[in-house]
T-cell receptor, first 111, second 114 residues
Framework: DAKTTQPTSMDCAEGRAANLPCNHS???????VYWYRQIHSQGPQYIIH???NNETNEMASLIITEDRKSSTLILPHATLRDTAVYYCIVRAGAGSYQLTFGKGTKLSVIP | GAVVSQHPSRVICKSGTSVKIECRSL??????MFWYRQFPKQSLMLMAT?????????EQGVEKDKFLINHASLTLSTLTVTSAHPEDSSFYICSAGTGRGGYTFGSGTRLTVV
């Protein structure tokens, strides 16, 4: 699976949009971009995933650049409960393959 | 939908004893489940892949005789930490593929070996 690079930490004011970047310059054509988050001492929570089109669900939006070498996860109105470590993961296919976690981005939402 | 239940959430055991952790898929069948370990301030590290009806596949450096995995049904995988020692103290997390491109994780088990 392609390697991803994320900033170690970010701050965001409560109520503002949180934009979390991820670089995956070696991504191949059949690899998906997944985003998960982990709130302290809990299991990771699925947020969103995409292949090449932008995606939106009730939690977030995923913007993937046209060359697919980077993406941005957008939390439109961050709340204190969004404070967590966010993981960007690139993985091939949609079958039952394991996810490989990097260090992620620690997002702190500030009141 | 797609809920994975993991028990216990927290366990303290004495050094030398064994501990079993259960991972159940509540509303879907999971032919494959994954077991991760997470040390403080570190990321999740895959330990093994659990396949229903067959032997688990362990990652390099993970002792298969120490971390016994059983996946006897499509909804249950267990991880047994045998002869636990303080260095096995960690946060253990299971996950299962939902078959729709997503993965669901259990809430994790905090193991403390004293």
């Amino acid at each position: 699976d392609a390697k991803t690079t994320q900033p170690t930490s970010m701050d965001c004011a409560e109520g503002r949009a949180a934009n979390l970047p991820c670089n995956h310059s070696t991504i191949s054509g059949n690899e998906y971009v997944y985003w998960y988050r982990q709130i302290h001492s809990q299991g990771p929570q699925y947020i969103i995933h995409g292949l090449k089109n932008n995606e939106t669900n009730e939690m977030a939006s995923l913007i993937i650049t046209e060359d697919r070498k980077s993406s941005t996860l957008i939390l439109p109105h961050a709340t204190l409960r969004d404070t967590a470590v966010y993981y960007c993961i690139v993985r091939a296919g949609a079958g039952s393959y394991q996810l490989t976690f990097g260090k992620g981005t620690k997002l702190s939402v500030i009141p | 939908g797609a809920v994975v239940s993991q028990h216990p959430s927290r366990v303290i055991c004495k050094s030398g004893t064994s501990v079993k952790i259960e991972c159940r898929s509540l509303d879907f069948q999971a032919t494959t489940m994954f077991w991760y370990r997470q040390f403080p301030k570190q990321s999740l590290m895959l330990m093994a892949t659990s396949n229903e009806g067959s032997k688990a596949t362990y990652e390099q450096g993970v002792e298969k005789d120490k971390f016994l995995i059983n996946h006897a049904s499509l909804t249950l995988s267990t991880l047994t930490v045998t002869s636990a020692h303080p260095e096995d103290s960690s946060f253990y997390i299971c996950s299962a593929g939902t078959g729709r491109g997503g993965y669901t994780f259990g809430s994790g088990t905090r193991l403390t070996v004293v």
